[in-house]
């Protein structure tokens, strides 16, 4: 049986922090974590539109931004070593299965 408490929610960046007890078979499978979830709805919306009106034309400089990362993922990419190696970082950014981050198509 999985019980669920939410610990705090912050609603601008729609954030929810949940603590999670699960019974097992015995006291000793019993756990217990604590749960963090985003709604990115509205970030993803947000890079889809910067995409779309970027001018592809115009070459862009270094301090052109490239994403906009919820902080849930980015707190999973610091955990993971991903954030603080930045060929690793760039590797992610560059993988289309994390597009719905990036504000621009080019490569980085």
Do not use: C
Request: glycine share 4%.
């Amino acid at each position: 049986m999985e019980d669920r408490r939410t610990l705090s929610v912050d609603k601008a960046a729609g954030i929810k922090t949940e603590f999670v007890y699960e019974s097992g078979d015995t006291l000793k499978d019993d756990t217990v974590k604590i749960a963090t979830s985003q709604d990115v709805t509205k970030i993803v919306e947000a890079n889809k539109r910067a995409r779309n009106e970027i001018d592809r034309h115009h070459k862009h400089g270094e301090w052109s931004k490239v994403a906009s990362i919820p902080l849930t993922v980015l707190y999973d990419l610091k955990r993971r070593g991903i954030a603080d190696d930045p060929a690793a970082f760039k590797r992610w950014l560059n993988d289309p299965d994390n597009r719905a981050f990036r504000t621009r198509d080019a490569r980085i």
